[in-house]
């Protein structure tokens, strides 16, 4: 009897043992082949709102430029040097973002395959123009990503997955619910909402603050005994570096891929880049310790202003920075060159102010988007100059002598981003066939290659 329950016994732990190398296995296969699920078909019944995250302002931002009878650019601009030559405007309009889940049979099948049954839902009050904008560019850039070579390593999309949509009617809600549950107005009769995959809030901003502020902002943890608990080292400058010129890579590589589909963002910033993580938690690769670039996906939100690379020549707002630049209007190519250089040239400005902020060995000085590209104006776009200028600050050391290495690669490289409207301007007039893209500078560059 003795020897009977031993064997039960052993083949009871074999049994559970294989069970747990067979889950670990699922696992992993999961996270490296993610699932996604079209809720374009689910009933609105099958989509619950499980909490309110915040809401989304809009603003438009003017270069302002003056130009004579003849359309030429006056320099230097007759401004009033006590005014800014760049206003920003918040817009009227605003979008609420809820976080929801999948529910009902449709939620348990999407969770029986390892999916995530999380969803980012946006209310757009007031911005249907913005939301149909969002809606076209993704839906035009998921379908060209069903080709496979339009998909990253680990056949990620470069972009939060559009996954459903629909307007609210007075039946849709209880108002009741939305006061007591979500502590917030309910939504008006026809506001557009749509759906989107669950990638998480960490965007590249959430990066660009120093590793020694993040670390001296982190919750105190303690032991058994009720001592507080020292959190672990910051990883080394060499890890971090490593893993911040991969995430460059990615963005580059995400960047190209909208490009390449035939789609301009038109207001790229840090905000709208998301740093998310394959499997379940989604802020693993924003983490402070986060350094395994292969759990790190990019991904590309917020397209409310974007537009069709084929639509260039009759966007007015377009037209009208273009000649800012010498750029021939009645040129469908030249146009739409540069537009994709207006949307490296604000992708250059965020990287810049990654770099900076996650690299950098304290705050005591923050660069932010804005101040840079104030700064960079005042030095008449002068990557060298600004080079100088951080040069100064003991904070910037490293950074400075990493983008210095191998005969100033960095700084080429940024002077590239920054500048692009400008270098297309040359090229065209010079009637050279010779454009800078994502894609030639993520293959170009050596400051990337570590």
């Known amino acids: 009897m003795t020897h009977t329950l031993l064997l039960l016994n052993i083949a009871q732990k074999a049994f559970l043992f294989m069970l747990l190398i067979l889950s670990t296995i699922i696992t992993v296969l999961f996270s490296l ?130 996954m459903g949509k629909w307007n609210a009617t007075a039946s849709d809600f209880d108002k009741n619910e939305w006061y007591s549950y979500l502590k917030i107005s309910p939504p008006s009769e026809g506001v557009l909402f749509l759906c989107f995959e669950w990638a998480g809030l960490s965007t590249l901003k959430t990066l660009c603050t120093p590793s020694s502020t993040r670390l001296s902002k982190l919750s105190p943890k303690r032991g058994l005994l009720g001592q507080i608990v020292q959190p672990p080292a910051i990883p080394d400058w060499s890890l971090r570096t490593r893993y911040a010129l991969g ?9 190209a891929r909208i490009h390449e589909g035939g789609v301009v963002h038109n207001s790229v910033g840090s905000n709208s880049i998301v740093i998310s993580s394959l499997g379940q938690d989604k802020s693993e690769a924003a983490s402070l310790y986060a350094t395994t670039l292969s759990r790190c996906v990019v991904k590309f939100s917020d397209f409310g202003f974007s537009s069709m690379l084929s639509d260039s020549t009759t966007d007015s707002q377009l037209i009208r920075r273009a000649k800012g630049y010498k750029i021939d209007v ?34 005591d000085v923050i660069l932010d ?17 600004l080079k100088e200028y951080l040069s100064a600050e003991t904070q910037f050391e490293r950074v400075v002598n990493l983008l210095s290495e191998n005969e100033n690669a960095g700084w080429d490289f940024f002077e590239g981003l920054l500048n692009s409207r ?9 009637g050279e066939i010779k454009f800078l893209t994502a894609r030639s500078l993520l293959l170009g560059t050596s400051f990337l290659r570590r």
């Open 33 to 162: 082949f993610p699932i996604t699920v079209s809720l374009s078909l689910l009933p609105l019944q099958s989509i619950s709102i499980k909490r309110y995250i915040g809401a989304q302002g809009f603003a438009e931002v003017t270069d302002w430029d003056y130009f004579d009878e003849t359309g030429k650019k006056v320099e230097p601009p007759p401004f009033d040097p006590s005014q800014p030559k760049r206003t920003v405007n918040k817009g009227g309009g605003s979008v609420r973002l809820f976080l929801g889940e999948v529910a009902g049979v449709e939620g348990a099948k999407i969770r029986s395959k390892g999916g995530d049954s999380r969803i980012l839902i946006k209310e757009y009050n007031g911005l249907s123009e913005a939301a149909r904008r969002e809606e076209v560019s993704l839906s035009r850039l998921l379908d060209n990503e069903e080709d496979s070579s339009m998909r990253g390593i680990n056949g990620e999309s470069c972009v939060v997955n559009l």
């Open 247 to 255: 995430i460059v890579k990615k963005v580059l590589e995400g960047m």
């Open 330 to 363: 009645n040129n469908p190519f030249a146009l739409s060159q540069f537009a994709i250089a207006e949307d490296l040239s604000n992708l250059g400005f965020a990287l810049l102010e990654f770099v900076l902020g996650f690299l950098s060995d304290s705050d």
């Open 369 to 385: 988007n804005e101040s840079l590209q104030r700064q960079f104006d005042l030095m008449d776009s002068s990557i060298y100059s």
């Open 422 to 430: 400008e270098r297309v301007s040359k090229n065209l007039q010079a």
